[in-house]
């Protein structure tokens, strides 16, 4: 008869199907843990990981780029996480206040809360949590005025931009994101204590991409965003409007990505880079002009992120390659 071996007894053997029993605290561990499991990943997903993550990265390189040295990895740790629960709080508070239009847009239904998933006051708490515990770390580890400009960003997304002018003007996003290109300057802070030059047009960089970026998404999801009732640009004057002022703001971002090598904040390796990496974008916002449909949004939001992401490399790799 073929079977399980029983690992206490080597000579006997357990029916078909049978293993050997998980002691019964482990057993009850275990299914503590799968049972909570699905409810672990419905909090995981109000963070929204992927937003915060590029956050949390943009602030990093202005840590870096603060110093001419390696900031203090104490520094580091602490205001990173600190940066990371403020933007995941304001991530919770966003799909809280966004629930009802979340249901009606196919991009959004399946989010915990328009799910039922999870629950109005569980998720209000979670996103007060991780607010306070935000301005406790940032407060009493890195310094006040990093924790000041965390939380009026914080508040800047959540309800400023939420609450108001995503429902009350379609340039919603140009003046809203203000609140999402402050990661830069706040990691700059965390490691001097204040404000300079090179930090605020760090943030001019994502202060000028927002917009391009998100109306490439908006051209995309256009019809999600007429059946909530939101108006945003493309709802409001058009995707042939909408991908025009998308190139305007790609070439305005042109200029405004060769400021770092013109103010001496960065070198030519830099400049090459963001050359090549902007001409690549223009290219896809003239496509995006000439075809104004959901592809070609989609195609020009996706690489928008990685354009970012390697534009802010960029700046690091160039600021050790000049000790800048």
């Known amino acids: 008869m073929s079977g399980h071996v029983d690992t206490r007894h080597p000579t006997r053997e357990l029916p078909p199907g049978r293993g050997p029993h998980l002691p019964e605290p482990a057993a009850t561990a275990v299914a503590t843990l799968a049972e909570w499991l699905p409810e672990l990943r419905s909090f995981w997903q109000l963070t929204k990981p992927k937003v915060v993550g590029a956050i949390v990265f943009t602030a990093v390189i202005g840590m ?52 039922g998933r999870i629950s109005e006051a569980a998720t209000l708490a979670f996103a007060a949590v991780l607010g306070i515990v935000s301005m406790a770390v940032l407060i009493g580890e890195v310094n006040r005025l990093t924790a000041v400009l965390t939380l009026a960003s914080l508040i800047g997304y959540s309800v400023v931009y939420t609450v108001w002018l995503k429902h009350a003007t379609p340039h919603n996003i140009v003046i809203g994101g203000a609140a999402g290109a402050a990661p830069p300057l706040l990691g ?36 999600d965003y007429a059946k909530a009732g939101i108006p945003m640009l493309p709802v409001t004057h058009g995707v042939a409007f909408t991908a025009t002022f998308a190139l305007l703001y790609t070439a305005l971002l042109a200029a405004v990505v060769v400021l770092p090598y013109l103010t001496g904040m960065s070198g030519i390796v830099y400049l090459a880079g963001a050359l090549a990496l902007t001409g690549v974008f223009g290219r896809y916002a003239l496509e995006l002009k000439r075809m104004p449909d959901a592809a070609h949004g989609m195609r020009m939001f996706r690489y928008s992120i990685n354009y970012l992401l390697l534009l802010f490399a960029l700046l690091l790799v160039d600021h050790y390659i000049h000790g800048r």
């Open 64 to 115: 870096f780029l603060a110093t001419p040295a390696v900031p203090p990895l104490r520094v580091v740790l602490f205001a990173s996480a600190g940066i990371w629960l403020a933007a995941a709080s304001a991530a919770a508070f966003n799909h809280l206040l966004d629930r009802r239009y979340d249901a009606l847009m196919a991009r959004t239904r399946q989010r915990p809360l328009p799910r």
């Open 188 to 223: 700059w802070v965390a490691v001097t204590g204040h404000a300079e030059a090179n930090a605020l047009l760090a943030s001019l960089i994502v202060f000028t991409w927002t917009p391009p970026h998100f109306w490439a998404l908006a051209i995309a999801r256009r019809d």
